[in-house]
């Protein structure tokens, strides 16, 4: 069973840049496809990218295509999002994702989740 710990959220200017991390432990990494999602308050939960198993054919949410990457390092364990173009309406908890065999845009398919980190993104 995988652990995921995000981390690197923080309070940033409108117009920034941040980059999520998100560590695996406890499980053979290269064997899950993983996801970033983000709930803002008073929201439901929205995807915003998922990566395959080897990092191939990465996609996002509409609202964030062309602004945020997401990669991933299988000989560290871990899952990134770079977040460019930073605005307000980012402002959320971030939440990584991982499932052996779904690889996708629905969270309820996702059997394993980090604590999540806060992005705060200020006009």
């Known amino acids: 069973q995988v652990r995921l710990v995000e981390s690197g959220g923080r309070l940033v200017q409108s117009g920034g840049s941040l980059r999520l991390s998100c560590a695996a432990s406890g499980g053979t990494f290269s064997s899950y496809a993983m996801g970033w999602f983000r709930q803002a308050p008073g929201k439901e939960r929205e995807f915003v990218a998922a990566i395959s198993w080897t990092g191939a054919s990465p996609y996002y949410a509409d609202s964030v295509q062309g602004r945020f990457t997401i990669s991933r390092d299988n000989a560290k364990n871990t899952v990134y999002l770079q977040m460019n173009i930073l605005k307000p309406e980012d402002t959320a908890v971030y939440y990584c994702?991982?499932?052996?065999?779904?690889?996708?845009?629905?969270?309820?398919?996702?059997?394993?989740w980090g604590q999540g980190t806060q992005v705060t993104v200020s006009s």
């Open positions: 994702a991982g499932d052996r065999t779904y690889y996708g845009e629905i969270g309820e398919h996702y059997d394993y």
